[in-house]
């Protein structure tokens, strides 16, 4: 394949992910990415994912169950609501311990972490129904 096509490719995945906050697995940024690139094959995506994140443009999270893709690359952490699935990001942790303190820990570089629970919506929509 040519160089050119396949930066285009890349450049696509890594628009529509930038472009979204609700951090798609593989399988629902291909379908949004074939949109507009319509002969896009599954194996391909993963290819350029992999990339992206090998170049340090995108993460790639697990949520327990499935990989996911974030556009965001500045360390957050993620909570995830078990009764929508959703994922958000938590923007809030900012100090440098991350709010955790062991004797193991002799220096800290970034984290990843992922809390669980119920969002918000979900908790109201609880409330409403009891
Ligand atoms: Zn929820
Ligand atoms: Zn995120």
Redesign the pocket.
Known sequence: MPIERKSRQRDAILADLKSRYDHPTAKELYNSVRECIPNLSLGTLYRNLSQLEENGQIIRISDGTNDRFDANITPHAHFK??????LYDIVSIKNDSYGFSDENIGQIYGYSLMLYG??????E?RENIN
């Open positions: 609501c078990l009764s929508c699935g959703k119920n969002c918000k919506i979900c908790c929509n």
